[in-house]
């Protein structure tokens, strides 16, 4: 049973946001890690969820996907340079140690 929020980061992600959170023991992917570069926005939807994972995006498509009730285990939306890398690590820390996993399910958290 998953018991913290898992993260998948798209490829419109900066990867160091991924090594950051490991190294705060946050268990997260990255779209390259997971063959999933030049991917639809679809596969990424399919792949965390089937890895009970929330996506997390600066890409409005998932927007788009969640409106049109696109099944999903949670989106993690930050408009395109809106946060730094340093503000996303902390809130994406925050939403891990806050959030149950379940929360998130079909559900977009804004940044």
């Known amino acids: 049973m998953v018991r913290a929020v898992r993260f998948h980061l798209d490829e419109a992600c900066d990867?160091?946001?991924?090594?950051?959170?490991?190294?705060?023991?946050?268990?997260?992917t990255t779209a390259a890690e997971a063959g999933l570069l030049g991917a639809p926005d679809e596969a990424?939807?399919?792949?965390a969820w089937s890895?009970?994972?929330?996506?997390?995006?600066?890409?409005?498509?998932?927007?788009?996907?969640?409106?049109?009730?696109?099944?999903h285990a949670g989106?993690?939306?930050?408009p395109p340079q809106a946060r730094s890398l340093?503000?996303?690590?902390?809130l994406l820390v925050l939403i891990?140690?806050?959030v149950e996993p379940g929360e998130l399910r079909g559900h977009v958290e804004f940044l």
């Open 86 to 90: 340093g503000e996303m690590v902390r």
């Open 51 to 71: 890895q009970a994972r929330a996506v997390v995006t600066h890409d409005t498509d998932f927007l788009r996907l969640h409106a049109a009730r696109a099944e």
């Open 75 to 78: 989106i993690v939306y930050c």
């Open 15 to 28: 990867p160091r946001i991924a090594l950051a959170l490991r190294q705060r023991g946050v268990d997260v």
């Open 44 to 47: 990424h939807l399919a792949y």
């Open 96 to 98: 891990w140690e806050l």
